[in-house]
């Protein structure tokens, strides 16, 4: 830290360098409408130099919209894309209604833990990272260094069709080869579209063995203990 505070201003302590971050104009936003814009290009800056070079990230989640909350509690969150994508993920800020200067410097990695890399890459694929692990019949406990690589890229093409597909019916449906009368009821029925996510306690559609969540690195885990052994 003493080393950082350096790097603001030579000589100075932790708590010289905070004041001087916070005196600094360019590091200053005024008012709620400069705040939505900052979050927007800092979020847009981030995917772009993420996607591709460091995250495989799908074109219909390469949008996400940053906006401010019609609430004044202080706080900030994210909330998921629609099954079809037409509704993005979107961060927002709720502001109190006496804050009316917002300091960059601060707020920057609170854009980046509520959206990209963060929630939003996490969020808007929890359906899929569950369903994607059920149909290749691999154990979310799996660790990613022995997953191998013919398993890897055949992951990554059964969501391309599954993104493809949600994208095509504005529905997340996962199962294969439904019959007509299925098809058309997983289309109207939320919960008879996936194999494991949100089924806890039920059979699975495959085995009969219920199905099991348990909570991972504070993520939601929906698996099949026997197809998945």
Not at 19 to 48: C, F, I, K, Y
């Amino acid at each position: 830290m003493d080393l950082t505070a350096d790097r603001v201003q030579a000589g100075a302590s932790l708590a010289e360098a905070v004041a001087v971050l916070d005196a600094d104009p360019a590091r200053t936003l005024h008012g709620t409408a400069e705040l939505q814009r900052w979050m927007q290009q800092r979020s847009d800056e981030s995917l772009n130099a993420l996607a591709d070079e460091h995250f495989d990230v799908p074109a219909p989640i390469r949008r996400l919209e940053c906006r401010i909350a019609p609430t004044t509690t202080g706080g900030i969150y994210y909330t998921g894309p629609s099954d079809d994508f037409s509704r993005p993920g979107r961060m927002w800020w709720s502001v109190p209604l006496e804050v009316t200067e917002f300091t960059t410097w601060r707020e920057k990695t609170t854009v980046f833990h509520e959206g990209v890399p963060g929630h939003h890459l996490q969020v808007a694929q929890t359906v899929y990272r569950a369903e994607l692990l059920f149909r290749a019949g691999l154990n979310p406990y799996t660790p990613g260094r022995e997953v191998p690589e013919q398993t890897v890229r055949a992951l990554w093409k059964d969501w391309t069709k599954l993104l493809k597909r949600g994208v095509e019916l504005g529905q997340m449906l996962t199962i294969d080869r439904l019959g007509e009368k299925r098809y058309r009821s997983a289309l109207a029925h939320r919960n008879e579209r996936h194999y494991v996510y949100h089924r806890t306690g039920l059979p699975c559609r495959v085995c009969s063995t219920n199905i099991v969540m348990e909570e991972f690195g504070g993520r939601k885990l929906y698996w099949c203990p026997s197809c998945q052994a």
